[in-house]
């Protein structure tokens, strides 16, 4: 998997993501700074919060804010691959993740261009 991406329904690209990376590399030095970083008063987060596997898989560790995710509930409900493959795309929902990882939007932009042949 070293040179594959793991895209989730969003279009973060998980196997950039610091979590996903300490996670992989059962880092838990790593996993313990990430949740240091990303906490904050109205989200507190333990690295507990943060071991994460992907969050494509419902059977696998997904980081805490992948678990309460809407994007990633109305995926699974929907059995896409990514919201590029979704006839809604795309919709409020991704608002809030784009508002965090702009390559997101563009990665599933992309996706759903080459998904229309155009």
């Avoid at 590029?84 to 795309?89: L, P, R, V, Y």
Wanted: glycine share 4%; aromatic share 8%; with cysteine.
């Amino acid at each position: 998997m070293a040179d594959e991406k793991m895209i989730a329904f969003c279009g973060i690209l998980c196997t950039e993501c610091p979590a996903f990376k300490a996670t992989l590399a059962d880092d838990e030095k790593a996993v313990s700074k990430q949740a240091k970083e990303w906490s904050s008063d109205e989200y507190p987060l333990t690295a507990a919060d943060l071991w994460c596997d992907g969050c494509i898989y419902e059977d696998k560790r997904a980081a805490k804010f992948c678990q309460d995710c809407d994007v990633r509930q109305c995926a699974f409900v929907k059995g896409v691959e990514n919201c590029a493959h979704c006839d809604e795309f795309p919709c409020d929902k991704l608002e809030k993740p784009w508002s965090m990882c702009v390559d997101a939007k563009t990665t599933l932009e992309e996706i759903r261009r080459i998904l229309k042949g155009s």
